[in-house]
């Protein structure tokens, strides 16, 4: 018999090459994780963004901190957040992915 209780396999960054996971480790470490935007064109430009051909965000995907600047954060709460229309602008692409104008 299964049980009821499904499995929570931990949440990985989707930015390319990333290996933060959704976990006690990295929570401890101060890594964050915030979910793709519901709005479709903010969604859109964070799916352009992570330059991953054929890439499109379920409402489960999420990108670490490490993929946004200091200022796109609003911490002036209990909970770290993303200030709204925020881009995820930080990355470490490979050579073939750093093209101007991708």
Known sequence: MRSSRRCRRPQHCA???CANRRTIASRARGI???KFPKDKR???KWEVA???DGFT???SSVLCCEHFKQSDFDKTGQIVRLR???IPSV???PVH???VGY
Do not use: I, N, W
């Open 15 to 17: 930015a390319y090459f």
């Open 32 to 34: 964050t994780f915030h």
């Open 42 to 44: 903010v969604r859109k």
């Open 50 to 52: 992570l330059r991953r």
């Open 57 to 59: 965000a379920s409402d």
């Open 84 to 86: 709204d229309g925020v």
């Open 91 to 93: 990355f470490s692409f």
């Open 97 to 99: 992915l750093q093209k």
